[in-house]
């Protein structure tokens, strides 16, 4: 069976890889960059940067080890070349899978010609089923001075040599707080303006107020409940951006400023039009199968805006093939967890307690404090709290909401209990290792207080 897949992100290339290991004769096009938004622009230079910054963390706190006169200085030359060699690194190792697998890559950007054809670089494509894998791209803020040069992407931002001497970012979500964190590390004087109530507006209300505690402690100033309305330069070539804040008009001024809005499906370039796929300023809609209202069309990752996570999208691939082979899974899209690589680090799986409420699904809840897990003390990273959410009828652990050392691997721990329709009082039953920081899940089950 022939399977075209256009994109080469996450989701696009290990589709790929597990489409043509199972005998399907697979044509990708890679309009970019091999490894997509992610590898290249996104989530691992971004972790690359997140790690150096932990570690000038912890520097910055020898002392408490014991360690005296204690000086170091920061290469920044050197921290840019580490993450183009992380990044080269994987992106080889891409192409080198995709070469061994026998997948035919298209280094250009494909449009639709019909619903069986594509066409790039002149050239007409046809097969029997198509995928589109084409990600997101960086949104803006329709206010005054959003277009000025001065105002950068994600993406710019990780290709700067220089770290700002301040640095203002619009928008308090992933993005936002890890910038915020990574360069606050490197010695910027950073800024957020967030327009919701409360940073990471996905997470848990009770992780986002710890974490902006945390953070405003390290000299990161958060204001929430703000709304940014103009962006401007003084005479200095200063950056200063306007902002609403209780019904006042207030200044930030700094000589960087990342716009950290969200992302937006791109659908550019694509002639969706000529397939007969429906799409709007949301994405392509889909189906649980990631099927659009095309048959033989599938969309997954960003571009169907259902949740915009590079594991999702591999994960929405599979569904996708296993839709055109006829086979059913048990992959469970509802629950996937999710991190934010500050220090201290956040991690989540499954549903808030404000979506619980929302729902109208009653739960109990256990919480415990990193302050009383010995691994925690031991590392010198008491910060940190583990919230469990429990369904109250059946008691089957339905949300995981951790900060602190740790926390995205906890948060996949939970996961898996959660694939597992893991009760209270089975998790009780299992033996977790002393001293980790997997303890912190016991306590605050066994923290769950429940009514007679």
């Given amino acids: 069976m022939r399977i ?24 990708l096009f890679n309009g970019n960059a091999l490894g997509g938004t992610c590898l290249n622009e996104g989530c691992i230079p971004t972790k690359c940067l997140c790690r150096n910054a932990e570690m000038l963390s912890s520097f910055k706190e020898a002392d408490k080890f014991g360690i005296d006169d204690f000086t170091f200085t920061l290469d920044f030359n050197k921290v840019v070349e580490r993450k183009r060699e992380v990044v080269d690194t994987l992106r080889n190792g891409v192409e080198a899978l995709l070469k061994a697998a026998k997948v035919t890559v298209v280094n250009a950007k494909a449009s639709f010609k019909d619903s069986h054809t594509v066409t790039a670089a002149g050239v007409d494509y046809e097969a029997d089923y198509i995928i589109i894998a084409t990600g997101s791209s960086s949104k803006s803020l ?73 953070l405003s402690k390290k000299g990161v100033e958060i204001i929430t409940g703000a709304a940014a309305k103009k962006i401007s330069q003084n005479e200095d070539y200063e950056i200063v951006v306007t902002y609403e804040v209780k019904g006042k008009e207030e200044t930030v001024v700094s000589s960087d400023l990342l716009m950290a809005v969200g992302r937006t499906p791109y659908t550019e370039g694509l002639n969706l039009e000529a397939a007969g796929v ?8 889909v189906d649980d199968m990631m099927r659009t209202n095309v048959d033989n069309i599938f969309a997954i990752g960003d571009v169907n805006a259902r949740m915009m996570l590079a594991h999702v999208a591999s994960f929405q691939g599979k ?21 934010v690589f500050t220090v201290p680090e956040c991690g ?21 404090s990193f302050r009383a897990n010995g691994k ?64 912190v899940i016991l306590t605050a089950c066994h923290n769950v207080k429940l009514k007679n």
């Fill in 4 to 27: 075209i897949i256009i994109g080469a992100g996450p989701g696009g290339y290990e589709t790929a890889l597990e489409a043509a290991a199972k005998g399907h004769e697979v044509t």
């Fill in 142 to 214: 329709p206010i005054e001075g959003a277009d000025l040069e001065c105002v950068k992407s994600s993406s710019q931002m990780l290709e700067i040599e220089y770290i700002p001497e301040s640095l203002t970012i619009i928008g308090g979500g992933v993005i936002g707080m890890e910038f915020a964190g990574i360069f606050s590390s490197f010695g910027s004087k950073v800024t957020v303006i967030e327009f919701m109530k409360q940073i990471l507006p996905p997470f848990d209300s009770d992780i986002a107020k710890r974490l902006k505690q945390a």
């Fill in 278 to 285: 429906v799409y709007g300023p949301k994405g392509i809609p």
């Fill in 319 to 339: 569904r996708a093939l296993n839709a055109i082979d006829g086979r059913e899974d048990s992959i469970r899209l509802d629950i996937v967890p999710s991190a």
């Fill in 348 to 368: 989540m799986a499954g549903l808030t307690e404000e979506a619980c409420k929302e729902k109208g699904l009653e739960v109990v809840k256990g919480m415990s």
């Fill in 376 to 439: 925690a003390l031991a590392l010198g990273e008491p910060e940190g709290i583990c919230k469990l959410l429990f369904r109250k009828e059946d008691l089957v652990l339905v949300g995981a909401h951790i900060m602190g050392a740790g926390a995205a691997d906890l948060a996949q721990q939970c996961a898996d209990m959660m694939n597992a329709d893991m009760t209270l009082m089975k998790i009780k039953d299992v033996v977790f290792g002393h001293p980790t920081l997997s303890e």
